[in-house]
Nanobody, 127 residues
Framework: QVQLVESGGGLVQAGGSLRLSCAAS????????MGWFRQAPGKEREFVAA????????YYADSVKGRFTISRDNAKNTVSLQMNSLKPEDTAVYYC????????????????????WGQGTQVTVSS
């Protein structure tokens, strides 16, 4: 069982930056692939970024590539999302998610592949 709690959301002007954090409970955090998703009003939840648990490889949606950076600290049971050059279209509730896998190189972009979810944190980017 893994519990996830996001923090760091808020209101920022276009072009600004925010750093989201996700704190995870559970002794096996280091064996979970982690992901960030977001959901804007009236839209489906969409993939933002993912990171594997062993190799630390990262993957991004095209819409955030070059602006967002996902990272993890297995010793502290945390995963972060650094968001730079924010745009109004980045406005959404951002969710942290964990996916069990025996493979250290596993990652997923589908919500169905994730086993645990946080409660979400609101990010609002004003123009």
């Amino acid at each position: 069982q893994v519990q996830l709690v996001e923090s760091g959301g808020g209101l920022v002007q276009a072009g600004g930056s925010l750093r989201l954090s996700c704190a995870a409970s559970g002794r096996t955090f280091s064996t979970y692939a982690m992901g960030w998703f977001r959901q804007a009003p009236g839209k489906e939840r969409e993939f933002v970024a993912a990171i594997t648990w062993s190799s630390g490889n990262t993957y991004y949606a095209d819409s955030v590539k070059g602006r967002f950076t996902i990272s993890r600290d297995n010793a502290k049971n945390t995963v972060s999302l650094q968001m730079n050059s924010l745009k109004p279209e980045d406005t959404a509730v951002y969710y942290c998610a964990a996916a069990r896998s025996s493979s250290g190189s596993y990652y997923a972009v589908s919500t169905r592949r994730y086993d645990y979810w946080g409660q979400g944190t609101q990010v609002t980017v004003s123009s």
